[in-house]
């Protein structure tokens, strides 16, 4: 008999969540900590190893005999090496002058709790969950594109998520595929789809829009212009306000020419979407699909799938976190 | 005892070459023939067994005993199915209304040959016989890119060449990252790299300069507009002729900023330049390398190495064909 469980950890800005996973996705037990009161890194390691102990003794779970491994998802996470590095929101992971320090998450945790650990970043995670518990099951060939504040992405080719030469492959929401010129994206470049296509992004968008068609109703008027979020442009385009869909309708359009080229890199089967602003629905999807297939190459028109992550919301990142325990 | 031989075969518009090489690359025997009068499938299959039952059973061979299997790089080859499908320019491969027929390929050879066959495209071919053969030997990462009338990919992924879903990744001459619009390319889409970066794409941006620049002295002025080649401009340039180094400037630019998409991609340890535009050395890779680190994250600017392909030019085709065969 196999162990029945793995553990699955995602490393936020504001907290970290924990759950023990069996192989169906059925989430055991699981904890979240805040984060926003620790300040340096061995305050957090010895908080994350506590949680991790008290998860893993839980009379549900039994202890360290039943779990295969420990699987987290953390910004920047790195495979090859196990670490942290350069994660700008991570403020426990900073040294005295304020610069990032290089978390080495695997070496620790694995010699605190005795048990095997992977690590990587949380897109990658979410790919290797959604192939595992989510709408990848079966697939051997597809896109994981996070649509969060951010826009990341984990890339599965013949089954296994992409890691590259260095562990930090898949880094779609930094391609400028979409425009050359424009926004200036955190990384320091500009015009990466990350500025277009996140929730930043999407406001950045609307504000655009309202200012740029001065006379022109719209129900995001009665926001102020710096409050708008993409939640509220979401909620505004459901209710009908046309501006609000022409800001999703423009999203949409530069997502999937962005598509159109990653699918020429590695054929998938499907691109799915994950994330706050893939909830918008047929709003996103639309024009977005339409713009990936004005874009392609004829032998792949009509052949790859848009779908919509089977991850569930508010668990998706324990699951994801918990599935790469199980290639341990 | 292994068998000592592979056979490779590339299927080109004009001429079909064949090759029989062992395992460090040597050519044991090669030949080819001329298909420009060959117009039917029937035909063009009767005369490539022949020919390969010739190599096959010539005496520094010694029969299909010694041969492990046969690799064929054929324009639009599909890897799972071991077709040609849609390849435009193949006149044998088109049935009497002059539409594109399905070549069964490996289906063919194999029941006439008696060995096993692999199919792929030629650029696919090319990143396979580097890694054997050529720049990449022990690299598990890499993108090649073949830079000829067209642009092409062969990307490697934990040592294996990237076939995605349906058989046809790696087409990264028709990813767009570099201008939405411009150029109408081939394949019917608008700004495609291929429209540029190919050698087709830098004499048409010699002659857009020429136009562009009236006054500007080149001595590209003394051929007549519509015959300037690459191969022309190269010479330009490598005369020191100012406005032919600006065209590989700028060629070099652009594929330089599509490098950095791509490496966001599978974070490769090399990207590798195939080709007649590639021996255009320090002309072309300058300009490459440098657009290609101002477009990087900060995590790859200095650590991606952009080499010319080691594969010797008249034979590496023929090479890259006979590499796939060593997988069977």
Same mark, same amino acid.
């Given at each position: ?19 023990? +996973?069996?192989?169906?996705?059925? /989430?055991?037990?699981?904890? *979240?900590?805040? !984060?926003?009161? /620790? ?11 506590? $949680? ?11 202890? @360290?005999?039943?779990?295969? &491994? ?12 196990? !670490? ?7 403020? =426990? ?12 998450? @695997? ?11 992977? +690590? ?7 790919? %290797? ?10 697939? @051997? ?11 990341? *992405? ?20 930094? !391609?400028?595929?979409?425009?050359? $010129? ?6 320091? @470049? ?14 950045? $968008? ?11 109703? *719209? ?9 708008? $979020? ?48 893939? %909830?918008? &629905? ?7 699909? %339409? ?8 032998? =792949? ?18 699951? &994801? ?8």
């Amino acid at each position: 008999m196999g162990k029945p469980y793995v553990v699955g950890i995602d490393i936020g800005g504001q907290s970290t969540k924990l759950g023990v +996973v069996d192989a169906r996705g059925n /989430i055991i037990i699981q904890t *979240s900590f805040d !984060t926003r009161d /620790i300040t340096t890194l061995k305050g957090y390691m010895d908080e994350l190893e506590k $949680t991790l102990s008290r998860i893993i003794n839980a009379p549900a779970v039994g202890g @360290k005999e039943k779990v295969k &491994g420990i699987g987290i998802g953390a910004p920047n996470g790195n495979y090859y090496k196990g !670490t942290i590095e350069s994660a700008p929101n991570l403020k =426990w992971a900073k040294d005295k002058h304020g610069n990032p320090e290089v978390v080495y998450l @695997k070496k620790n945790v694995e010699s605190a709790l005795g048990l095997p650990v992977v +690590v990587t970043n949380d897109a990658n995670a979410a790919a %290797q969950g959604e192939m595992i518990y989510g709408a990848a099951k079966g697939m @051997k060939n597809f896109i994981e594109i996070t649509l969060g504040t951010g826009v990341g *992405s984990g890339i599965v080719i013949d089954g296994k998520v992409v890691y590259g030469h260095d562990g930090f492959a898949g880094e779609l929401g930094h !391609t400028t595929s979409v425009r050359r $010129t424009g926004r200036l994206c955190n990384c320091g @470049k500009v015009g990466c789809l990350e500025t277009y296509a996140s929730a930043i992004g999407v406001a950045r $968008t609307a504000r655009e829009l309202l200012e740029i068609e001065p006379q022109r109703p *719209s129900i995001l008027r009665n926001i102020p212009a710096d409050e708008i $979020t993409s939640k509220d442009v979401a909620e505004a385009a459901a209710k009908g306000d046309e501006l609000s869909v022409d800001v999703f309708s423009y999203t949409g359009r530069l997502l999937g020419e962005a598509f159109a080229d990653f699918v020429a890199f590695s054929a998938p089967e499907a691109i799915i979407l994950f994330g706050g602003l893939a %909830q918008a &629905g047929e709003l996103i999807f639309k024009p977005t699909v %339409q713009a990936m297939e004005d874009n392609l190459l004829s032998i =792949w028109k009509g052949k790859v799938k848009v779908l919509h992550s089977e991850l569930p919301g508010s668990e998706a990142a324990i699951l &994801g976190s918990a599935a790469l325990a199980w290639e341990l």
